[in-house]
Structures are given as C-alpha cells and as structure tokens.
C-alpha cells in the first residue's frame, strides 16, 4: 500500500483493534464507567432489605457466628413481620450441635418454598479449581439453593454478576436473580452502581433478634441475611464508595434486573464506528480538524446515553484509535500539504526514481511576494486554491505540488511539436485577475519545462524550477529546459567562486583595443577589456562575466581588478604618450555604490595615476538618469577629474534628456549602428543623427565597430571624432600597443 494516509488509518485501526481485543483499557474504562454512575446516582427502591451479622451484633450476642437457632428465631421473626422471602447470603456449610441444627431445619421446613441459602458453583482460578461452598444437606432439604458467586473485576471498580449457576449439576437462581424475578439462564451482566449503595435499607442481625425494629420495615419485601463484620471476607473497597459487603451488590444486582436485563454491547461498534471515520478521512489531502473531536464527543455521549438505556458500550479502544489515527493524519498533511489548499509541499513530491513516462512543469508566479504582501494568509491560500482548479481544466493531473511562488506537476508526454502551444495556452488562463474576496491581484506567471526523460523525478523537478526561474529572469513566458541546461547551471552556481580564484592565480587578464583619431590616424587612448580563458570552458566571453557577476550583485569583483591592472598598464603608455587615454567599463551597479569613488580615488593613489588619464564608461543598459544615488556618484567621479563616457549609445534607454543628464565627456555610438552604414542608407542617417546631436551637446563622438575603410571614411564625412574597431586593431596586450605606440613615436 503506497498511499501513506491509508496506512497511517490502517495502523491506527490496528491498534484499537488490539487494545480491544485484549481489554487492555477495561480499569480505565470501568472507572470511566463508575464516574458515570456517580453523576446519575439514585436511590435504591427499598425492596430488599438487608440484615447484617456486623460487629455490634456479634459483640451484643457474645459470638463470633449467629448460632443455628438464633438463625431459625431470626427467620420466624422476619416472616411474622411481613416478609415476603428471606435469602442467607451464607452458605451454612458447617454443622452445628444436633439441637441448633434441628431448630433452624424446622423454621426453614416452617416456612418451605420462602426460605434460599447460598451456595457457590465450582469456580476456575489459574492453579487449578477452588471447592464449592455448598449448603449443609440437612438444610438443602428444607430451603432452595441459589448462587452467590459475583466476579469482582480489576481494582475492584466493576462487577459481574451471574443470573445463574450450576451446583450440583442444576441450573440455580443467583441472589440477584431471585431477587428481581428474572429466569434468564446462563447471561453475565454488569449491576448498575448509579443505585445508591447507602440508600439500601440495612439493619444489624442484633436488632431484629431483640425486636427492636418495626414490622413494617420488613412487610412484604425481601429480606437478604449476610456477614458484614470486619473479619468477614465478603467485604470490598470500591473507589469513590468505600467498603461495600457483597449483599449490598447483589441487592443493586437485583434492583438493576427489575427493570430488564442489560445488554453488553462492548467494544466493537465505537471501534467500527471509528475505523469508518478514519478510512474516510484518509481519503482527504487536508483531513479535519473538527471532525475526530466531533465523532470523538458523538461517541462518549451516544455512551451516556446507552447506560440510561442498560446498554454498555466500551469506547477506549475506539477513542486511543481515533486519536492516534486523527493526530498522524493532521501531521502527515501539514508535512505533506500546504495549509488548507491540498498543494503538496514540493519535498513530498519529489522521488528518486526515473520518471520517463511524464513531463515536469514549473509554472511560477512572478510576483507572488507582492501578492503575499497584500492578502491575508488565508485569501492567500484561497488564491492558490483557485489558481489550482484553473491548472486542473487544462492539466490532467491529481497532484500539484507549490514551492515557495511555483507550481509543480506531472503531465502525459507532449510531441515536441506542441510543446510550445501548451504552454502558452497555461500562459493564457491566467491573462485574467483571480478574485478573492475584495481584491482581484494580478498573476503574472512564467513556465518551465523539463524533458529529459532519463533523470529521476526530484532532478527533473529541479530543472523545470529552474527553466521557469529562467524564463522569468529573462522576460519570456516559458523555457524548456535543454540537456545540458543542468551542467550550465552547476557552472553559474560556482561562477563567482571560480573567478575569484582564476583572478587570484592571474588565469584572467585585461587586454587593450586601441581608440584612434579619426582624423589624423593617431592612437590617442584604448579601453581595458576583460579576457577569461577557462581550463574546460574556453574562453569566456565578457558580456556573460558580467551578466552571472550583475546577477549576484559582485560587479564589484571585476569592476576592481580591471581598474587596477588598466591603471598599472596604462602607466607604461602615459611614458610614451602622456596624453594617452585609458578607459574601463563601469556597471549602473558600481554607480549605485556609495563607495565607488573612493575604491576609485584608491587604486588611482596606489598607482598615481593622473585622474584626466582614465575614462569611465557607463554601460547604458539600465536608466540610471533618475536615479538620485547614481547621480551624486557621478558628480563625485567628475569632481575628482575622471573622464566620462556613456558606452553602447542607441541600443539602450539613452534619450537627449539622458544624455543631458550624465555629466559625460564622450559617448560611444554602438556597433550595430556603425558596423553596417555602408550598406544601410537607415543606419548611416541614423548614425549621422547620433553625431550631430552628441557635438550639440559638446560631447566626443566615438564610433565602435569600424572594421573597413569604406566605414572610416563615411564616419570622417559625418565629423565623428575617434574610433576603434578591427580596422585599426584587435585587443591586444599592453605590450603590442605599446611597440605600436613606440614605433609611431620613432615615425614620427
């Protein structure tokens, strides 16, 4: 059986149905019991009357035993005053003298078919058998036999009681029985302690031998003699009513048979009842709180109920299963869902096996943080809930897992040719708000895919997470994950690591591209640019260092080391042409760094380094023209006497105004544009455009991406100013450029 839930009702069940089996909670479902009694108490009906051999009429008459003919005077007494039977909770086992004997054989013949002595059947104990406690044969002949055996049960909080027994090798009455008129052979039955054990009239032997008590006491009620002094045996402690002498239970046992013979249902239907109730509750992902308490208090007062009725019902077993059952179901859906939602935490969805027969996808909720912000956890949950039925019309599938803001879940195998429209299609339910509540959030989603059937579940689980985090980090509506997506992102988790210590043992180096004056050919600056050859990957490309270094927000790493070896190597060039120009590419981050310049104005006293010699150029790829922080670092960087350069103008968010806004003494007008003015009529007005309104501004217009002669010369028509490009040369170390600067110094 797989599914945990069943097995969790299963092992419950199982329990109950052991405890049950073994009575194992029967002490603590008697004293349950008892303590129900006690609440309903009431008095006993006054039928029975009980005469006790006690103490002070032992005492009075001198005896440690009533003498047989004080017994036979006892009897007479009782029936001259009405009573309408008389039975000897004593066994009158032993013969006395001839003449005691005689006397109490002739009352008992004097009142024949009225008079019944007590005796015991053979009773089974776990060494053997005890002997009976039979009636002397003298007295048999004259008086009925009956049973006065009764079962005392564990800690002497219940009993049981026979309606019959045999002795002799016949069926005899017992006390209670004869008591209540009942003929019923061969039942076992609990007496009902709510009858009051006080309110059982009883009066010492002594009394009624003097003649002390009325008549009436006795008229027309039957009359039980039994032993009560302290030596007696047939004395017991019950908790919450203290010593209790075995006629008073046999007179309960007698009022209880009155009124009908109690039924004993036991253990079986609370425990059916409940096994029921967790087979079905294991059927719920989110299994009820109220409801075990509710089934749990149905039980205990269908029980009260049932003793009004003399049915008793055991319901311990049934209440440990329920509880047990009940509180491994609510942990089981806590660790296993999330909240009320039936979402199953992604851990619990996750497997170890192959999972070749699906497709795994990751439907992410973008801005599910701000949605959080805004809804209570419960309209939260109810979001989820909604967002899950709207999978479920497309999505044949029973089982969704959330994570943290993402949907996971299994489907059928798609043909690659429809991959595409599926998932747009999941896109599109979600095109509209889902309400809940009084608020309508929008849901801004992005999906992965993973179809690499070969991996286990927990990896392609991973892998669609991670398309959909993909997908939304770069603006689409879904990837599908390729087979080697997992090894570029086990690169990208130790990218920074690897860096730091490729730096550290000088694997990465800058390399210089010289910047030309277009109008006299004159090399007159080069910016630095990064170059990473990796042992196993080759070389790595620059705009990706950036990209893996911008996302982790460690721009900074890179940022340093190329200032730091640009101004070290520039040094060299300023000798040979001190007013050579180095320039270092800058991030928006960096400019959100309040500390950036004085990480600048560092490396510039490490190195003296005139400040005028060093361009910055800011990479205009984020609109930085509004933001405060970055504006008060660029006036700093200005104040200190650095250049400023805006980089990659026209493919970005640069406008006039933005240009207006950055204090620069340059701009760079993209490759894209430039590389192809001789072919494009559009790109040369464009470009054309671009210088005229970078002199407007008083700025120098720099050209990337020349790599002919046909593009320098249309770039000198249109007045750009300086230049750089595979025409003039490729990056290069500081050497080369520095023999190329030499032997133009020599030419010169």
Known sequence: MRDPRQRIALWAIVIGLLLGFFHVPQPLEDLYHLSRDTVRMRPADGQTVLVMIDDKSL???????????????????????GAKRVVFDRALADASSEAEDAQLAAALDRHRGKVF???????????????QLLTHPRFREKAEMVSMVGHQRVFGLAWDLPTSSVILGERRKSISALLAGVDEADITYRPDFSIDFDT????????????????????????????????SPDLYQMPTRGLVAGAQIHAVGGQTLKRGLPRDWGWLPAFAVVSVFLLAQARKNNPSRRAPVMVGGLILFAQAALDVMMINTDVLSAIVALAVGSFRLRN?????????????????????????????????????????????????????????????????CTKFAFDKDTFVWKRHKLDEADREDHLRGIHALFRRSISVGTQAPDVATAIGLDPNYSLTLRERTESAMQSAEDAAHHGRLFHIAE????????????????????????????????????????????????????????????????????????????????????????KRALAVNPDFKIAVNVSALDLRDPRFPQTVGSLLAKHAFPPSSLILEITETAPIDSDRLAGIVLVELKRMGLG?????????????????????????????????????????????????????????????????????????????????????????????????????????
């Open 59 to 81: 005492s009075e008459m001198g005896v440690t035993d009533p003498r047989r003919s004080d017994d036979a005077s006892l009897v007479d007494s009782l029936f001259a005053a």
């Open 117 to 131: 002595i007590g005796s015991t059947p053979v009773i089974a104990s776990g060494f053997g058998t005890t002997s």
């Open 200 to 231: 059982i009239p009883m009066i010492s032997y002594v009394d009624v031998l003097r003649g002390r008590v009325s008549a009436e006491t006795f008229a027309g009620r039957d009359v039980v003699i039994a032993p009560a002094n302290r030596t």
């Open 332 to 396: 089981h859906a806590r660790s296993t869902y999330r909240g009320s939602t039936g979402l199953v935490r992604i851990e619990n969805f996750h497997d170890s096996r192959v999972a070749s027969d699906y497709d795994v996808v990751a439907l992410k909720i973008r801005n599910f943080s701000t949605i959080s912000a805004c809804l209570s956890p419960e309209e939260v949950d109810a979001l989820l809930i909604k967002a899950q039925e709207m999978l479920r019309a497309s999505e044949a």
């Open 483 to 570: 087979v080697d997506d997992s090894e570029d992102r086990a690169w990208r988790v130790q990218f920074l690591s690897e860096l730091e210590r490729a730096i550290a043992n000088e694997e990465v180096d800058v390399r210089f591209q010289p910047k030309v004056d277009l109008g006299s050919g004159a090399v007159v600056g080069a910016e630095a640019l990064l170059r990473w050859q990796h042992p196993r990957r080759g070389a790595i490309e620059p705009f990706q260092i950036i990209s893996y270094a911008e996302e982790h927000n460690r721009i900074d790493i890179i940022t340093n080391f190329v200032l730091d070896r640009a101004m070290c190597e520039g």
């Open 644 to 748: 400023l350069s805006v980089d990659d103008f026209g493919t970005g968010h640069a406008s006039l105004h933005y240009l207006r806004q950055i204090p620069s003494d340059e701009v760079k007008i993209d490759r894209s544009f430039v590389s192809n003015i001789e072919h494009s009529a559009e790109d040369r007005a464009l470009v054309k455009t671009a210088v005229e309104m970078i002199h407007s501004l008083g700025r120098v217009a720099v050209a990337e991406g020349i790599e002919n002669e046909a593009v320098a010369r249309l770039l000198i028509e249109m007045g750009c100013d300086t230049g750089q490009g595979f025409l003039y040369s490729k990056a290069r170390t500081m050497d080369d450029l520095l023999r190329s600067l030499h032997e133009r110094s020599l030419a010169a």
